[in-house]
């Protein structure tokens, strides 16, 4: 059963920094696209971040960059998010998604994507 598990959600402070885990079991990760999407309450899921399968390619939303990092372990199967500066408006709840593909390039398209995890909340509250 190909699952992803998200984990490392919580309350920060705004300005303070969070790490996002995103496991894969089921499937070698080392062949799929990985992202990570976002959704706030009333809002529709919208791409944060993602990262390329072969030659680890990212890409990021423009209220991401400069503050957020992608990252895979293969072997662990896990992709990290490491966010910094944390604002009120990054609160939501995180969901991580892949697809499978031997590719450079990724976009965090939500419709590119076919296998999702559960979500882990992220809080930015003082």
């Known amino acids: 059963q190909l699952q992803l598990v998200e984990s490392g959600g919580g309350l920060v402070q705004p300005g303070g920094s969070m790490r996002l885990s995103c496991v894969a079991s089921g499937f070698s990760s080392d062949n799929y696209v990985i992202g990570w999407f976002r959704q706030a309450p009333g809002k529709e899921r919208e791409g944060v971040s993602c990262i390329s399968s072969v030659h680890n390619f990212t890409n990021y939303a423009g209220s991401a960059k400069g503050r957020f990092t992608i990252s895979r372990d293969n072997a662990k199967k896990t992709v990290y998010l490491e966010m910094n500066n944390l604002k009120h408006e990054d609160a939501a709840v995180y969901y991580c998604?892949?697809?499978?593909?031997?590719?450079?390039?990724?976009?965090?398209?939500?419709?590119?994507?076919?296998?999702w995890g559960q979500g882990t909340q992220v809080t930015v509250s003082v």
């Open positions: 998604a892949a697809y499978r593909g031997k590719t450079t390039y990724c976009r965090p398209k939500r419709h590119d994507y076919d296998i």
